[in-house]
């Protein structure tokens, strides 16, 4: 052969080459999400159901005991956050799928650390749950929801750490699941109960004292409350229905600040990302 | 360019190395050495420790015992140094379907740190020795098997490595595939400083490396090149037509000392180097001879003589599993 070969070298690991590993990973899963319409169309139709359907008949049941506001506003949030969590979950989840046909290998075997490579997948997940969550933030007007950039930015931030903090605790689960019928089973397993206990649904004022405590200890509860106390910042409630449909979280009879909501979500996805990243980094 | 470690010594120096698994001991206590640019072929049934040897090179697995530097790294301690210097070719396929050819080398050059200024040229270049530069842009998925493991060819190289393992890579091949497979190894060996390192249960693929190592229930047999092992097994087989048998096989016996019997029709002998003793026949026989051939013992005589099966009893029951396998990853 007389043609010149093209020698690489490949250089030593480091900060930089983490780092672009971390991004590749990131752009694969957007250039797979971008290439799957199917998936970004079908998970609309659930939480687009829970909106118009279930929102508008459970709406005129309770439009006596909340006046002055559309129970649809109220869903609104909790909607968000249930496009989030799904379109993070399914991510995660992606990490199965590319063991089972292989593709983990292949970033298994290569020189970057394995950190880089969970912490890639768990970025990508949020990148792309966030832009589903976008599409749920266009419908805003149809539910009596301002459309102000301050409200867009905020819910925009809070989705993306919620939909981190999700993708991680996908990421940890499926770390040891062999096939996707395993983990879609776990996760319904956790997701459901997490969602229902999470005051996405139905409001968290006056409930039975076990249920209170099983929302106040489940991580969703300080994702989904931080959306709904901006959404309602942003309309014109009555104190009383606000008092009803917007209580917040309250840890001993004091109602916790947003910041610490946001910082307890932050603090559970950065537990599970380093479970996750302990978790691949066993080897047999 | 600079200097590389495994320029200095054995591309891959293989100490004792060992792997139980339970109470299965895949590998028991292996040792060899592989010289820079060599084709090194591990051949042995399925299920005789040869992926679990390549997986331990290749720091996928930790071994439990023993030692082995690849490029001159310790798989154990280096286990970085050792990824960077190697290219893997897997007997399952480890490609994105939902990538196109282009994207699956690229997410590999990004992960392998490849300089950003050189993956255009590189991958044109790997891309064109496989022959799927024209289909850069197709989805992998689309693929036939035979260019998916052309694609993984091309992205084990992509990176450069000093060693390239190929596990299996023409299992479940048609053989126009599989003899483009090893033009593409042929190739390799004279347009880039690399050793291949290879596992195969393919006899007549074994041939064309440049040593081999017969492994079984997880130990080293014999290690040599081809041609030593077939010269080891012992003498050439000779057959002639000639226009006397009786009297070539008394002239035989009178003249070489060598005895022969007919056998399909010819008169038929074994000697230790049949090409030499050929024009010593047509010399010294003294009876006309029509025509002659001589047969090697071939690597199925190797395997058999030094595992006391052929390779194929060995694992009639392993090669369905791995078409089966093959298929429901085909989809």
Not at chain 1, 138 to 165: K, Q, R, W
Not at chain 2, 243 to 257: H, K, N, Q, S, T
């Amino acid at each position: 052969m007389t043609t010149d070969v093209v020698r690489v070298s490949v250089p030593r690991a480091g900060g930089g080459h983490d780092l672009r590993a971390v991004k590749v990973v990131l752009h694969r899963e957007l250039l797979r999400f971008a290439n799957d319409r199917t998936r970004i169309v079908s998970s609309l139709v659930q939480p687009v159901l829970w909106l118009f359907v279930m929102g508008t008949g459970l709406g005129t049941l309770v439009r006596g005991s909340v006046p002055g506001v559309d129970f649809r506003t109220f869903m609104y949030p909790g909607m968000i956050s249930m496009t989030v969590i799904m379109t993070a979950m399914f991510s995660a989840g992606s990490i199965v799928w590319d063991r089972e046909f292989g593709f983990l290998r292949e970033m298994l075997v290569a020189p970057v650390s394995r950190g880089a490579i969970v912490v890639g997948k768990c970025l990508g997940g949020a990148v792309v749950a966030t832009l589903q969550g976008v599409i749920i933030l266009a419908l805003a007007g149809l539910v009596g929801v301002p459309y102000s950039p301050g409200l867009i930015l905020t819910l925009l931030g809070e989705m993306f750490l919620a939909a981190f903090t999700i993708t991680a605790f996908g990421v940890t689960l499926a770390a040891r699941m062999r096939t996707m019928q395993s983990f879609f089973g776990v996760m319904q397993m956790a997701i459901m109960p997490m969602m229902f206990l999470s005051g996405a649904m139905f409001p968290l004022a006056g409930l039975p004292s076990w249920l209170h405590v099983l929302t106040t200890v489940n991580p969703l509860t300080y994702a989904v409350d931080p959306m709904r106390r901006a959404v309602f910042g942003h309309i014109d409630v009555p104190p009383q229905v606000d008092a009803m449909l917007n209580p917040g979280v309250s840890w001993f009879g004091h109602r916790l600040p947003v910041v610490l909501e946001l910082g307890l979500v932050a603090a559970v996805g950065a537990v599970l990302l380093a479970v996750a990243v302990a978790q691949f980094r066993r080897t047999d | 360019m600079s200097a590389r470690a495994g320029d200095l010594g054995a591309a891959v120096a293989v100490r004792g190395l060992r792997k139980t698994y339970g109470k299965v001991e895949a590998v028991k206590g292996v040792d060899f050495e592989v010289a820079p640019g060599e084709v090194f072929g591990f051949l042995g049934p399925n299920g005789a420790g040869k992926t679990t040897t390549i997986s331990m090179l290749c720091t996928l697995a930790t071994p439990t015992g023993g030692t082995a530097l690849v490029a001159g790294h310790d798989i154990v301690t280096e286990r970085d140094a050792v990824r960077r210097n190697i290219g893997l070719v897997f007997q399952d396929p480890t490609l994105d379907g939902y990538l196109t050819a282009e994207q699956n080398l690229r997410f590999h050059a990004e992960l392998y740190g490849v300089p950003k200024d050189l993956v255009g040229d590189r991958m044109r270049q790997v891309l064109d020795m496989v022959g799927l530069w024209d289909r850069r842009d197709g989805k992998v998925m689309t693929f036939s098997g035979g260019m998916k493991r052309r694609l993984e060819i091309a992205r084990g190289l992509l990176h450069s490595p000093r060693v390239l393992f190929l596990d299996e890579p023409t299992v479940g091949l048609d053989p126009q595939t599989r003899s483009a497979i090893w033009g593409y190894i042929g190739k390799l060996r004279h347009s880039e400083d690399i050793t291949i390192f290879m596992t195969t249960h393919y006899m007549d693929e074994a041939e064309y490396c440049d040593r081999i190592a017969i492994i079984d229930h997880g130990e080293l047999v014999v290690i040599d090149s081809p041609e030593a092992l077939k010269a080891s097994v012992g003498k050439d087989r000779v057959q002639i037509q000639t226009g006397d048998d009786e009297r070539a096989m008394v002239l035989l016996r009178e003249r070489f000392g060598v005895e022969a019997a007919v056998r399909e029709g010819q008169v038929t002998f074994a000697v230790p180097s049949g090409e030499e003793f050929v024009p010593k026949l047509f010399a010294g026989l003294g009876v006309p001879i029509r025509s002659v051939s001589v047969s090697r013992p071939s690597l199925d005589d190797v395997f058999m003589s030094y595992t006391g099966s052929t390779i194929r009893d060995a694992e009639s029951s392993g090669t369905g599993n791995q078409w089966m396998r093959a298929m429901a990853r085909g989809r």
